[in-house]
């Protein structure tokens, strides 16, 4: 039999749309998803990977 754990098939495409970003501007540090990441405390888009 074939059997495939769908609870943990969940958390690993959740956790794939959204993704640790950092701000070079003012250094926060926070959840980003889609293209055009903005930092949440200054909107500044001077954003990385974190
Ligand atoms: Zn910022």
């Known amino acids: 039999m ?3 754990g769908d609870a943990f ?3 690993v495409a959740d956790s794939l ?3 640790s970003y950092k701000c070079k ?3 926060n ?3 980003g998803m889609g293209k055009k990441i903005i ?12």
Do not use: H, I, Y
């Not at 930092?39 to 974190?50: F, I």
């Open 2 to 4: 074939c059997s495939v």
């Open 9 to 11: 098939g969940v958390d």
């Open 17 to 19: 749309n959204t993704k």
């Open 25 to 27: 501007d003012c250094g």
């Open 29 to 31: 540090e926070f959840q």
């Open 39 to 50: 930092c949440p405390t200054c909107q500044s888009n001077n954003v990385e990977l974190a």
